[in-house]
């Protein structure tokens, strides 16, 4: 899956290191560098974008303010120096959340994190025609579990364990 993103950011320098990121992957695709929200805003009127790598903090308006006036809301990943936005960034339901300066790794890391968050979207908007299922990350994929199937649930911290008709399932989630 080859994403469409953007970075938006009002410092050039954080920009310059969003570029080089964003070029090393060979899964995305950039579509332009912004440092003014109202310009990337605009210009996602006119170009499909998959994902946004968005800076909190500018002078015209914060980032998560960009992203509430967005009508169709691509993936994003807040880029900032602080800390202090995190659980709203969440709120909002960013794909992940990377604290100034980040690594390649680390961005590495989010980029996945996105790829898995738009493709549980697409998972979720399928099942919608598809009643009484639960939806769950497998390894590298995602599984829907007819509740009919389900026998019982089991929560170990972190981990949940599935036992079904047909075997056991096990996904990092919390009850």
């Avoid at 050039?12 to 964003?22: D, F, G, S």
């Avoid at 332009?32 to 790598?53: H, K, V, Y």
């Avoid at 992203?67 to 800390?83: C, N, S, W």
Wanted: aromatic share 12%.
């Amino acid at each position: 899956m080859t994403l469409k993103c953007i970075a938006v950011d009002d410092e050039a320098p954080a920009l310059r290191v969003m570029e080089n990121y964003i070029i090393r992957r060979s899964d995305l695709r950039l579509g332009g560098l912004f440092r003014n929200p109202e310009t990337a805003r605009e210009w996602m009127l006119q170009n499909e974008t998959d994902l946004i790598f968005l800076d909190i903090r500018m002078p015209q308006e914060t980032g998560m303010e960009m992203l509430l006036r967005l009508d169709k809301k691509p993936a994003v990943i807040f880029t900032t120096a602080y800390a202090d936005y995190a659980a709203d960034a969440f709120d909002l339901a960013a794909a992940d959340y990377l604290r100034k300066p980040f690594s390649y790794e680390r961005f590495s890391v989010a980029v996945d994190r996105a790829k898995d968050f738009l493709q549980l979207d697409a998972v979720r908007i399928a099942a919608r025609s598809e009643s009484e299922v639960l939806l769950i990350k497998d390894g590298s994929g995602f599984v829907k579990i007819p509740f009919a199937e389900i026998q019982y649930i089991e929560a170990y911290q972190e981990y949940i364990k599935i036992f079904t008709d047909s075997g056991r399932y096990i996904t990092y989630e919390r009850m």
